[in-house]
């Protein structure tokens, strides 16, 4: 069974660069997509980025040039980086798999960990 | 790109079908059979519950079924239970090669 665990600081600073890394067990990370998403406190999803395990990327034109998501296949993490954080940034943060083969949905998803940015 | 459209909140009796509608444009759910639903039970990751528009993972009841026509998306709960109660969010990829999110739709099982 495929799992995923997010980890990285709960607490991030105005202006600093939120981290964080998913490690995948159960499960190799090569042939899939992955992909990070985000959900601020009563609100709805939104969708941060991707990265195949080739290394290949794109990321949500909303956050514009703030996200780097990587790929370290031989410890089969994934991780995201973004960049001059503010409040907007608090939210629970998910990594997930995207459905082999496909792009039809994430089908494996972390239990997501909460951010909160503040001074 | 803008959030997919959903209705903020349905209700219905136990035993009783409910649809959730999820309306995007040619250029997500009108382009692509890659819409899917997830639930999400409040402090829990979403769960996958269709994928491809109408393709139920294994393990998910048949009580959930997808369909999709034109530009707007549904899903359908037949023979509601009160687990069924969660938020519901639609997703569907894009032509920019990303994805886009409902705003989500509560439940509520009377």
């Known amino acids: ?119 | 790109q803008s959030a997919l459209t959903q209705p903020a909140s349905v209700s219905g009796s136990p035993g009783q079908s409910i649809t959730i509608s999820c309306t995007g444009t040619s250029s997500d759910v009108g382009r692509y059979n890659y819409v899917s639903w997830y639930q999400q039970h409040p402090g829990k990751a979403p769960k996958l519950m269709i994928s491809d528009v109408s393709i139920r993972p294994s393990g998910v009841s048949d009580r959930f079924s997808g369909s999709k026509s034109g530009n707007t998306a549904s899903l359908t709960i037949s023979g509601l239970q009160a687990e069924d109660e969660a938020d519901y969010y639609c997703s569907s990829y894009t032509t920019s090669s990303t994805w886009v999110f409902g705003g989500g739709t509560k439940l509520t099982v009377l």
């Open chain 1, 1 to 119: 069974q495929v799992q995923l665990q997010e980890s990285g600081p709960g607490l991030v600073k105005p202006s600093e660069t939120l981290s964080l890394t998913c490690t995948v067990s159960g499960g190799s990370i090569t042939s899939y997509y992955w992909s990070w998403l985000r959900q601020p406190p009563g609100r709805g999803l939104e969708w941060i980025g991707y990265v195949y395990y080739s290394g290949s990327t794109n990321n949500n034109p909303s956050l514009k040039s703030r996200v780097t998501i990587s790929v370290d296949t031989p410890r089969n993490q994934f991780s995201l980086k973004l960049t001059s954080v503010t409040a907007a940034d608090t939210a629970v943060y998910y990594c997930a798999r995207v459905i082999y083969g496909g792009l039809g949905g994430f089908d494996y998803w972390g239990q997501g960990t909460l951010v909160t940015v503040s001074s």
